[in-house]
């Protein structure tokens, strides 16, 4: 979690610093802080300007306007506190005991404990909880000697004692490093953490997302697993892991890459649900072009090799994405007729299943960056290449909106859902997105195993072609609706969410949703499972929100409902205007489609109510408390 973002170059870096950390204020805002070097004139040593402020970006933002932070050189961080509570001391930058030296990091240091106590032993004083805190104190450590023969301080020695401190330390980070010795040099570190290096003009960036880095250029340098890079206003100079210098050509960002603007809307998750119907338009055109032969219905960027003797999947996600994992899991097994599991990446890691042959193994992540599911991709991978048998060899596909992310580095195949940057740290229209890629692939597995007849594909492909013109329709009058339903909501501390089959995933992203932006409690349950336990918790205070779209389970549905009528709860519809739906309280009305395709119309209500709701209590909607959009630490 966290985002950096460093720069050197011939301006002033505090207002760049400031720019970028605006643009990655979704991966943390519990505190943020900068650090500047100012080159005295006439003089060789620099001053270093350290602010740092509590809560969002706004605060530094005040501060650094009431207090210069002068220099052409400087580090940013916004935090998600992992180490230390949210308080200033424990914002970034760190600095060492002489305040020359400053640091900030984005990953976790595993074994700080162990430096930390070997560095008081030496006698450094400790101004923080955090795990970052050691790393300024080992530069100064790895430095003192260069000091001590009187060495003239340089890049390339500031350099040689971040690649020290690098080996010293476990875990993963990402890491920018300022010394006031050398006002003309800044150092980058990056293992399992995100961090891109951007080539302006006359200026070098370094940020943790590509966001910071558009406003000043779109020429960009990944930096990969275990790199140190060294910054000057001349160039770049990149090493891997061993020390070896790299030469590696810049990429250009693509167009979509744009900087994050709220348009006409008050938040942008707003903005970001009423995007869906240009979502779903999108991935329409690129993946179900006009003139498909059934056999392959659906353009997807892989050959034959990829499909090839695929007897089973297991999918590997978190949060919102491990609800789209499963519903394309319920699409892959029920419709395309492939066994299919979900795992929380996180308890993947520890506990996997025993090996079977033939897999392939799917991360979800619309960040590309969450720590959990990258780690368990590559414990995944790491095993399967250890078995030895061509049979279980690793085949990984990755499901991401980032397709220049950390995943891309790690796993073989990418299917870009392309939905564009989400800013909004609740996920909307990447889950749909992320469900549409599932119903690329389950369409694609049916039609090649033949596990349903022409006519269902084509079915369910007109079915899709459909749906962007549903959600026009649905964004639009559930906006209205759930803004006039969410003042019921205005003393609820428990809701409860239902939904059954290919719509129980949608029962739980609602409860999600509720729960992150409106800090009300909500339960997702498959329908059936109520009268097992949460049916004890109903009372005319507690809203049930039931799902039931006409299928299999529809009149299911409508009976757990009524089971919970009986216990007086209040009883809000999500289903179409059909016989059996006149026992909700109230209704979100849903247009009559196939339950195969219900989950990418039912969510919509989901989205609307719990931004409503959240709006509704004035509560910040977009970045809501202890939450970050991409948690990059385990
Ligand atoms: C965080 C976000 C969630 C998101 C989850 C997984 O917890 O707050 O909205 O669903 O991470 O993120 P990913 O980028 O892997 O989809």
Redesign the pocket.
């Known amino acids: 979690m966290c985002g950096i973002v460093a720069v050197i170059g011939s301006r002033e870096a505090a207002p760049l610093l400031l720019e970028g950390l605006r643009q990655l204020e979704y991966r943390g805002y519990d505190s943020a802080g900068l650090a500047t070097v100012k080159s005295l004139e006439g003089e060789d040593v620099g001053t270093l300007t350290c602010k740092r402020a509590k809560g969002k970006l706004k605060n530094l933002s005040s501060l650094v306007s009431n207090q210069a932070a002068p220099g052409h050189l400087g580090i940013g961080h916004t935090r998600w506190a992992t180490h230390g509570k949210p308080e200033e001391c424990n914002a970034h930058p760190h600095r060492d005991s002489s305040g020359r030296i400053a640091v900030v990091q984005n990953g976790i240091i595993e074994n700080h404990r162990a430096l930390r106590k070997e560095l008081e032993a030496a006698g450094v004083i400790f101004t923080s909880e955090t795990d970052t805190e050691v790393i300024p104190h080992l530069i100064a450590r790895e430095l003192k000697p260069f000091l001590i023969r009187g060495a003239s301080a340089s890049g390339a020695v500031l350099l040689e004692a971040v690649q020290k401190v690098s080996k010293q330390l476990k875990g993963a980070f990402a890491l920018a490093v300022v010394w006031a010795d050398t006002p003309d040099a800044l150092v980058v570190a990056s293992r399992q953490a995100p961090l891109v290096i951007g080539l302006g003009e006359g200026e070098f960036l370094c940020a943790s997302d590509t966001p910071a880095l558009v406003g000043f250029t779109r020429t960009i340098l990944p930096m990969e697993d275990g790199e140190v890079a060294l910054l000057t206003p001349l160039g770049i100079e990149l090493y891997n892991a061993k020390g070896t210098r790299q030469q590696r050509i810049p990429s250009l960002l693509r167009g979509g890459d744009h900087l994050v603007d709220k348009r006409n809307f008050r938040h942008f998750m707003l903005k970001e649900i009423h995007e869906q119907p240009e979502t779903a338009e999108l991935w329409v055109e690129r993946h179900l072009p006009a003139g498909l032969p059934v056999e392959s219905p659906v353009a997807l960027p892989f050959d034959e090799s990829f499909y090839s003797g695929i007897e089973r999947i297991q999918i590997l ?6 609800h789209s994992a499963m519903v394309g899991a319920y699409l892959l097994e029920q419709f395309a007729g492939v066994p299919t599991s979900v795992f929380y990446a996180s308890e993947f890691r520890y506990a996997a299943p025993p090996l079977a042959p033939n897999t392939l193994t799917i991360g ?7 720590a959990d ?1 990258l780690a368990a991709l590559r414990m995944e991978a790491q095993r399967r290449d250890e078995h030895g048998d061509p049979a279980f060899a690793s085949r990984q596909l990755g499901v ?1 909106n980032r397709p220049e992310s950390s995943l891309s580095r790690l796993v073989p195949n990418i299917l870009d859902i392309g939905a564009g940057i989400e800013v909004g ?3 909307t229209k ?1 889950f749909l997105a ?1 469900m549409l890629a599932f119903y690329g692939l389950a369409l694609t597995f049916a039609a090649r195993r033949k596990s349903r007849s022409s006519d269902e594909i084509r079915e369910l492909t007109e079915g899709l072609r459909s749906v962007p013109n549903q959600l026009r329709t649905l964004v639009q009058t559930h906006d209205e609706l759930s803004e006039s339903l969410a003042h019921r909501f205005a003393d609820t501390q428990d809701v409860i969410f239902l939904g059954r089959g290919i719509n129980y995933p949608i029962a739980l992203e609602g409860a ?1 949703k509720l729960k ?1 932006i409106s800090y009300i409690h909500a339960e997702g349950y498959p329908a059936g499972e109520m009268k097992h336990g949460p049916i004890a918790l109903l009372d005319p205070r507690v809203p049930v929100i039931s799902i039931a779209m006409p299928g299999v389970v529809f009149e299911k549905v409508l009976s757990n409902a009524q089971e919970a009528k009986a216990r007086d709860a209040q009883l809000i519809g999500v289903a179409p205007e059909a016989p059996g739906t006149e026992i909700f309280d109230a209704l979100m009305p849903l247009p009559e489609v196939s339950e195969w395709i219900s989950p990418l119309l039912s969510v919509v209500p989901m989205q609307l109510l719990s931004y409503h709701i959240a709006a509704h209590r004035g509560l910040d909607v977009d970045q809501p408390r202890n ?5 990059t630490v385990e």
């Open positions: 996600a978190c949060g919102t994405s491990r979800v992540t619309q960040s590309g960056e969450t599911t991401t740290v609740a996920a990447t992320q999600l992150e939450l970050a959009k991409s948690v």
